[in-house]
Structure formats: structure tokens, C-alpha cells
């Protein structure tokens, strides 16, 4: 079972998302957009948005941090354990409650906005209750195992962490996820039933991040001269008398 849970649905996964974006991309090119909403109504919206937007950020770059890079990188920066734990702990979960009162305003404005309501596919309220159930159990694990020490402390730089590496490296590990507290187990598989739905809802948005504005050219704007030369410009609906030849 282990096998089946941490190696094999992992690489199936990783397959779908990356073969599901490509086939979106090549052939659902018009359906690659957030098909936003705000026209509908953005009184919530700019309140929704702003929190979930930067929370999953931090939210990633935290992930990021405790998945990607390994402890002993951190310990050679000198980054003591205590400090790490101390800012995953505060940056990790003022972040994910930004995150996850963003998703609640954002799903109460979607059921109680008509139109928005109407435009809602069953895709989409299939991605929003993954990705809140995500979002939970990821608080979770960091109050319940960060703060409150429920279960016993469980450092999961040495186990969760270097199983999703080991994934890359193809030396899979999957003992480490056996051993790894149920919570993290129940996160990691939401996880991975939600990047297999990402590339066939919305959230492909995310590659599509305009990026190239940073680096675009200034659009110079230049004001009309009411004036051009000693003739009075004519309005759109003024009829002009062109000269006969």
C-alpha cells in the first residue's frame, strides 16, 4: 500500500499535470483564463482576492523553503532550528489564515452572487472544496503539531520533505510518508488530488502570470491639439465639403 500511495499515484500525478497542461494549452487555448467575475460584482472581490492572492503566495514561498530546500542548507546559513520553526510557525500560519479567509470570501461571494453563481461549473466547486480542504489541513498540521505539540513533535524536514525529493530524484522514498503523522499523510494526498485536477480548471491562470510588463515599453499617450495649423479640427458629425476636381 505504501508503494501504491507514495511512489506510484505520485509520478501519476506528475504525469497528469504535466501532460493535462500541454493538451489544455494546445488545444483549449481560450479556455485558459480565470474567466473572471468582477464585472459582476467586486465589492467582496477586492477584499476576497487580495487576501487569497498573497496568502498562497506565502503560502508557496513557505513550501518552498520546507520542501525544496534541505536542512542541512539552512544549517549551514547558520539558521538554527528554533528560528526556522519560529518563522514557519508565525509567517506560515498568518499566511495560510490570510489564504483561507480570502477562499471563504471568495466562495460566499460565488454562492451568493447570481451571476457568479450561474457561471460556476461543477469543476470548479469540485477545485474549491480540494483546495479548501488542502488549505485546513495544512493549518492543521502547523497549529496542531507547531503550537499545540499534539501527538508529539514530528520535524518534517526529515520525513516529509526529503520523500517529495526523492521523488525528483527518482529514489523514491515512500517509508518516510508510512512513518509521517496521519495529518501530513491526509495533506499531502488532498495535495496530489489537486494537481491532478489543475490543469482542467482554472487555476492554469497561474502560468499565465504576466510577467513580461515588467520589462514592456512605455506606452507614450499624447494629448490632441484642438488646433492643427490655422484650421479648426472638424467633429465626427460635422459634414465636410471636399472640393470638386
Known amino acids: 500500500m505504501s508503494t501504491l500511495l507514495w511512489v506510484i499515484v505520485p509520478y501519476v500525478v506528475l ?4 501532460v493535462g497542461h500541454v493538451w489544455r494549452y494546445r488545444y483549449d487555448k481560450f479556455g485558459w483564463t ?19 492572492h498573497f496568502g498562497i503566495l506565502f503560502v508557496f514561498l513557505g513550501h518552498v ?21 519560529f518563522l514557519a510557525i508565525s509567517v506560515g500560519g498568518i499566511a495560510g489564515f490570510c489564504t483561507l479567509v480570502g477562499l471563504t470570501l471568495l466562495i460566499y461571494r460565488r454562492r451568493t452572487t447570481g ?6 461549473t461543477r469543476m470548479d466547486k469540485a477545485m474549491y472544496a480540494a483546495l479548501a480542504l488542502v488549505i485546513l489541513l495544512g493549518l492543521w498540521n502547523t497549529v496542531a503539531g507547531g503550537v499545540l505539540n499534539l ?11 526529503e ?17 509521517a503523522p496521519l495529518g501530513f499523510q491526509l495533506h499531502a494526498m488532498t495535495a496530489m488530488a489537486l ?14 502570470v504576466p510577467l513580461f510588463y515588467l520589462w514592456r515599453p512605455y506606452v507614450v499617450y499624447r494629448s490632441r491639439s484642438d488646433r492643427l495649423g490655422s484650421r479648426n479640427q472638424p467633429r465626427g458629425w460635422d459634414r465636410v465639403d471636399t472640393p470638386r476636381r
Open 15 to 18: 504525469a497528469i499535470f504535466i
Open 163 to 179: 520523500w517529495w525529493r526523492s521523488i525528483f530524484y527518482f529514489q523514491p522514498k515512500p517509508d518516510l510518508m508510512a512513518q
Open 115 to 120: 451571476p457568479v453563481f450561474r457561471a460556476t
Open 34 to 52: 480565470t474567466r473572471s467575475s468582477q464585472l459582476y460584482e467586486d465589492r467582496l472581490l477586492r477584499w476576497a482576492s487580495p487576501l487569497f
Open 65 to 85: 523553503m520546507g520542501l525544496v530546500i534541505p536542512k542541512n542548507w539552512t544549517d549551514a546559513i547558520g539558521m538554527s532550528e528554533e528560528l526556522y520553526h
Open 151 to 161: 501527538g508529539g513533535h514530528y520535524n518534517y524536514r526529515t520525513g516529509v520533505s
Open 195 to 208: 494537481f491532478a485536477m489543475w490543469p482542467f480548471t482554472r487555476l492554469v491562470h497561474v502560468f499565465s
